[in-house]
């Protein structure tokens, strides 16, 4: 008789331990990460890139890549936080076109963390030295997009919808 009531418990925790990692599964979801990772602000929006290596009294100058700055943050998916929900980014995806064709496209290796509802800010080249001299041209409008892509500390993919910034060529 001594069997029964054993059996009974051995099942019981078993059909236990079975509802309680159903439970963390749904809580501890492996393709998204615990922090919301937005683009909160890109400065400037527009960029005036000079493509022409005078400037306009003609004597020499030498051309630059242009930047823009990019404000990331990172938003917690619930009010809960754990140890778990600082992001560390990796690396930013960004492309332009121009008349309806991709002008340049590319990945940069990035490395910086962004702690629960913190924020970060990076400059971003949009446009190289090597695009403006070869590429481009005066009157020439591209329009780029950027995003971010990294992982919470648990692993966890976390990515930034793409933010664009309007690239004019001017002779500057």
Known sequence: MRRVPLLILCIAAAAAAGLVSGCNQRLDDPTTSEGILT???????NVEADVTPTDPNGNPQTLSNDSTTVTLK??????NTGPFTDILVKKTDQFCTFAGATITSG?????????????????????TVTE??????VGDSWKCY???EGEDLAGNPATTDYAS???NFVDG
């Not at 683009?39 to 929006?45: A, Y």
């Not at 970060?120 to 080249?125: D, I, K, L």
Request: aromatic share 4%; glycine share 4%.
């Open 146 to 148: 950027i995003r971010f």
């Open 39 to 45: 683009i909160e602000k890109v400065e400037p929006v």
């Open 165 to 167: 910034v309007v690239v």
């Open 107 to 127: 990945t940069g290796l990035a490395s910086f963390t962004i702690p629960t509802n913190g924020t970060a800010s990076v400059s971003v080249v949009v446009v």
């Open 132 to 137: 403006k001299t070869t590429l481009a041209s």
């Open 74 to 79: 990172n938003r917690p998916r619930t009010k």
